[in-house]
């Protein structure tokens, strides 16, 4: 769409509003707007800029020696969650951010939509929110999970599954992804994470590999080279597997180097009674795509983690944090609702616990803390202490009633995000009137 386009479509929406609000009225209560008070954006961190380094000082006449670099500050990688596929996710980046002691989580993680393709290509006021969010901060990550076909969730047979793969082998989704890859640029994203058809190993997703592998990777081939041809473009592509065989093993759906720029996994706390060191030793497991990993010379991610089938499980959440500490991954995010999570979820307060304590303060180059020098002139530094009793998670919001004679209006996420709330239509207001 053209700017011309949307400036006309802003004017109409205007009169439209303006219209509205001769019979509109904002419902008291909470989740609906209140006056014009309208939601705020998160506050952006002050970025830090550090002191530049002095040139090494050589007296002549001596011979140049090179100078012995300093080791390297230590490296945190990007870290974040999902909180919300919308407007609530961003708003509670910084929430979480404060909870965890003022760390930075510079990765946002949202979802495109799999239900129809006009989703799947970004439709306009969707990714809009996760744009601003990104832009506002140059370190900052956006991970998108791009579906690769629609009725993602809708219990697809196989039979259809391959014909539909060997229909996008062929080109006839190409459109859809050109769609979406000129959406980004438009919005000032165009190096955003894609994780492109994730968990294709397992049997939920209509975008699976196990019917077809081969018209898979084809597909997934097509999806990327469509992409990368957009003008402006710097998109990664994660290709990110559920942790172990699942229906099919995930090497058989690897499509290639020229194509993935990232070995991604989702590693879930699964099946029952599986310890966090089997999970790194089963077939096609944490230890298994490091490996390959390293031995396509990719770096590696965790889009999705958490816990699940083994409850609050902190001996599983210690080993996943330390898992990556090791290892390094590009980016990891949580899912942070239950039962998965540990801040929106009430459920696993002791994973909560060790969650918060691994995390609390981090930032990209944490700058230790000084502690009083000790007899000899010595000091040592500590991190940050969180404290022992987690602030309470935010409250899952609840549904709301709306007061009577008021019916509330459906107009999305995104506006409702700038109303602050939910508009309603009374209807008495014509008695009123007369």
């Known amino acids: 769409m053209s700017s011309q386009q949307r400036g006309a479509r802003s004017r109409r ?16 209560g909470p989740g609906f707007a209140a006056g014009t008070a309208r939601v705020a954006d998160p506050p952006a961190p002050t970025p830090t800029v550090a002191p530049p380094v002095p040139a090494p000082t050589v007296t002549p006449p001596m011979p140049t020696i090179p100078p012995v670099p300093d080791p390297p500050a230590q490296h945190v990688p990007a870290f974040g969650a999902y909180l919300d596929y919308g407007p609530r996710g961003v708003a509670r980046i910084a929430e979480l951010s404060h909870w ?20 799947i290509e970004g ?29 993602n969730e809708e219990n697809v047979s196989d039979s259809e599954v391959r014909s539909l793969l060997r229909r996008a082998a062929a080109g006839e989704y ?7 890859a000129e959406r980004l640029v438009e919005l000032k994203v165009p190096d955003t994470v894609l994780v492109l058809g994730w968990e294709m190993n397992g049997t939920t997703y209509t ?26 473009q710097k998109f990664r592509f994660d290709f990110a597997p559920s942790r172990g065989r699942d229906a099919v093993p995930w090497t058989q759906c690897y499509p290639g180097d020229d194509t993935v720029d990232i070995i991604g996994m989702d590693s879930y706390d699964q099946p029952s009674g599986l310890s966090f060191e089997q999970q790194v030793k089963e077939p096609y497991g944490l230890q298994a795509q490091v490996d390959f990993a390293k031995a396509h010379g990719k770096p590696i991610s965790y889009p999705e983690w958490g816990l699940f089938r083994n409850g609050d499980n902190s001996a599983y959440m210690r080993g996943m944090l330390a898992w990556m500490d090791t290892h390094k991954p590009l980016y990891n995010t949580l899912t942070d609702y239950c039962p998965h999570g540990v801040w929106q979820c009430a459920d696993n307060p002791r994973s909560a616990q060790v969650y918060r304590a691994a995390l609390f303060g981090r930032t990209d180059n944490p700058t230790p803390t000084p502690e009083p020098t000790k007899p000899g002139g010595q000091t ?36 409702e995000y700038w109303l602050g ?3 309603c239509l009374r209807f008495d207001w014509w008695s009123r009137s007369r």
Do not use: I
Request: glycine letters at 6%; proline letters at 12%; one cysteine or more.
């Open 174 to 180: 190409d459109r859809h992804f050109r769609a979406l």
């Open 100 to 119: 965890l002691g003022g760390a930075e989580l510079r990765v946002g993680h949202t979802y495109l939509p799999g239900d129809r393709w006009s989703n």
């Open 380 to 415: 040592t530094t500590t991190p940050p202490t969180p404290p022992t009793t987690p602030t309470t998670p935010p409250t899952p919001t609840a549904p709301v009633t709306p007061p009577a004679n008021c019916s509330p209006l459906q107009l999305g996420d995104w506006v």
């Open 207 to 232: 975008h699976r590999c196990g019917p077809d592998p081969e018209a898979w990777k084809a597909y997934w081939k097509r999806v990327v080279t469509t992409m990368r041809a957009v003008p402006g």
């Open 13 to 28: 929406l205007a009169v439209t509003l303006a219209a509205v609000a001769a019979s509109v009225v904002l419902a008291s």
């Open 421 to 423: 709330g939910k508009l």
């Open 123 to 151: 439709r306009y006021g969707f990714l809009d929110v996760w744009a601003d969010w990104r832009t506002r901060q140059a370190d900052r990550l956006l991970v998108l999970n791009v579906p690769m076909m629609e009725r």
